[in-house]
């Protein structure tokens, strides 16, 4: 493994599990020392921790409830404390799926702190320092929700499209900071279609008809997702990585898609 990021640090938000856990790792075998964050047990803490840490580079776990902004500025002294920001993933989200008219409000309050709000929060902290230093890489997991709506997901979908233009904004902002030769300040999303984590295992289950789980996945994908497979956590972790090489430095203000096809339709 090319470990260009030793000497870097890197914040991922959301990444006691799931999509942040996989990018977490995938940035410490790139050789970033990685800041982890998220809910979770003592052990699950502990687990993922071991798991980041076993993948190459130093790891260290930070806490935080993103739906607080005091507890966000915390959180983002005691990083940058441990080591400059110089990529930060913003990964931690939720959702609640229910037509509009019943949504509860308190759900349309903490999705959009902790999908939006929070990126807000963590980006104002952190762009200055890499703009200073000509290098840093904001990524943030958005989804296909960024780009296109599905009914029953009105916070959820508002909290993406918003992260998909707070990143353009930024991306903007900070275009010119640093050279080619020190990679720039770059704000980009990735916007997932379906991704195969835990969470999404009963609805594959109840697709299945009596087939097997392959034929549960394809039903489940078959409405939106043509490709009818679904992305593995790492594969998201490895376009993070690609974001954060040199060669980058001119992909910004992006929302790439990592959907099957889904937003071609
Ligand atoms: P997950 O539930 O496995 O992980 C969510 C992470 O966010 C966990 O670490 C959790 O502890 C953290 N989190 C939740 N509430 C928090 C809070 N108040 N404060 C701090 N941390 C909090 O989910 P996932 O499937 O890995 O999703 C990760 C991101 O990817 C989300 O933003 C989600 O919208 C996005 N996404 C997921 C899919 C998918 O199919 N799974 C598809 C597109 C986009």
């Known amino acids: 493994m090319d470990r260009f990021l030793q000497g870097r640090t890197a ?4 990444s006691t599990s799931g999509i942040g856990l996989a990018i977490a790792q995938a940035l410490s075998a790139a050789g970033a020392r990685v800041a982890i964050n998220g809910l ?24 935080a409830d ?25 990964c931690a989200g939720i959702q609640h799926a229910a037509p509009l008219a019943e949504q509860p409000s308190q759900k349309w309050d903490d999705i959009i702190a902790i999908n939006l709000s929070a990126a807000f929060h963590t980006m104002q902290h952190t762009l200055p320092g890499m703009a200073e230093r000509g290098f840093g ?52 999303c990735i916007c997932p279609g379906w991704v195969e984590t835990p969470l999404i295992e009963p609805q594959i289950q109840a697709h299945r008809n009596g087939g097997s789980r392959d034929d549960g996945v394809r039903a489940l994908l078959e409405e939106k997702q043509p490709s009818l497979r679904m992305s593995l956590p790492e594969d998201i972790g490895a376009m993070v990585v690609w974001l ?17 096809g889904w937003t071609s339709q």
């Not at 914040?11 to 959301?14: I, P």
């Open 40 to 63: 979770g047990t003592p052990e699950q803490i502990d687990a993922a921790l071991k798991s980041v840490a076993d993948a190459g580079s130093e790891a260290r776990h930070f806490g």
């Open 137 to 188: 890489r904001v990524i943030n997991i958005a989804s296909v929700h960024g780009l296109v709506a599905s009914k029953n997901k009105a916070p959820y979908v508002a909290s993406k499209f918003g992260i998909v233009g707070l990143s353009k904004v930024a991306g903007l902002e900070y275009a010119a900071a640093g050279s080619r030769d020190s990679g720039g300040v770059t704000v980009n």
């Open 11 to 14: 914040l991922v938000t959301g």
């Open 66 to 90: 993103l739906r607080k902004p005091d507890e966000i500025t915390t959180l983002l002294e005691a990083v940058q404390a441990w080591g400059q920001v110089d990529v930060l993933v913003n």
């Open 244 to 260: 954060c090489r040199r060669e980058a430095h001119n992909v910004t203000g992006a929302a790439m898609p990592m959907d099957g």
